[in-house]
């Protein structure tokens, strides 16, 4: 079965086709207000980049989400304290996570596979060097990387909840184009986001101190990381020559408005490289 867009949205911009993206999704957007995870919206997601592989896109996917699959395998109302309890949540839910995206993505034609990352293969050459070959490797065999922190025995890890700055270092890794961050906010606002005098900024050219004191409120109550570290992600990624969109998780078909040169959410610009 392969997903289907309209003759408008395949109307590409030349020398735009074969883009290298790096996609980061979090657990508030993989999960019902509930806190069970929302199949559906799984589905949507899987499909979107399936449908830009179809266009000859390559599609790095990293995603939270193993300790909510792990509290849903294992029939929990409420996310134990204990490290080593959380650990073992991350392991039992990594497997059930890869699982659900292999079905998915398989009913679209692609294999997925799995890197789970630690500070380690960050700061080794050795080792950063190695897994950078894997992802090219995964790459050029057309699979969909899934990329998580190794929870299960990164205790630090899994206090601070470094995903979104995870993409950013995966995108610098592979050399990517564009780095979407899909969050529970539809984009960087001058304020709050509850706050009706709030707007939305739609491109943001450099990250000063006001942006990084804008980003101080925005948050999430469901993930472990907020809009501060979403823009300290952009930092990393923009340094290396790369766009950073932050939008709407909910609405996964903005990814297609953002490859088609569209206003969605906020774009943070990236910063031009020295020759």
């Known amino acids: 079965m392969s997903p289907v867009r309209s003759q408008k949205q395949k109307n590409r911009k030349q020398g735009e086709n074969n883009v290298k993206i790096v996609i980061k999704v979090g657990s508030s957007t993989l999960t019902h207000a509930s806190g069970k995870l929302d199949f559906r919206m799984i589905d949507r997601l ?20 193993a300790q909510v699959a792990g ?37 679209y034609g692609y294999n997925v596979g799995q ?3 630690n500070k380690q293969v960050i700061d080794i050459p050795s080792l950063k060097e190695n897994v950078t070959n894997t992802f090219n490797a995964l790459l050029e065999y057309d699979c969909v990387p899934i990329v998580n922190e190794n929870d299960s025995v990164e205790v630090e890890e899994i206090k601070i909840g470094e995903n979104d700055t995870l993409s950013a ?43 990084r004191q804008l980003a101080g409120g925005a948050g999430s109550d469901k993930g472990t990381g907020g809009m501060f570290t979403k823009v300290s992600a952009a930092e990393i990624a923009t340094s290396a020559g790369i766009d950073v969109h932050i939008v709407f998780g909910k609405k996964p078909d903005l990814i297609y408005d953002v490859l088609d040169g569209k206003r969605a959410g906020t774009v943070f610009k990236k910063k031009k490289q020295e020759n």
């Open 71 to 107: 509290m849903s395998r294992l029939r929990l109302e409420r996310k134990p304290d204990e490290i080593t309890k959380k650990q073992a949540l991350a392991a039992v839910g990594q497997c059930e996570l890869m699982a659900i995206y292999d079905r998915f993505f398989s009913d």
């Open 115 to 117: 890197i789970l990352l």
């Open 169 to 211: 270092l995966v995108a610098t890794f592979i050399g990517a184009d564009k780095l979407i961050m899909l969050t529970d906010v539809d984009a960087f606002y001058d304020g709050s986001p509850d706050d009706e005098a709030s707007r939305p900024i739609p491109v943001i050219e450099v990250i000063d101190d006001r942006i």
């Open 46 to 65: 899987v499909r979107v980049i399936a449908d830009i592989k179809n266009e000859g896109h390559q599609v790095v996917l990293v995603s939270s989400g």
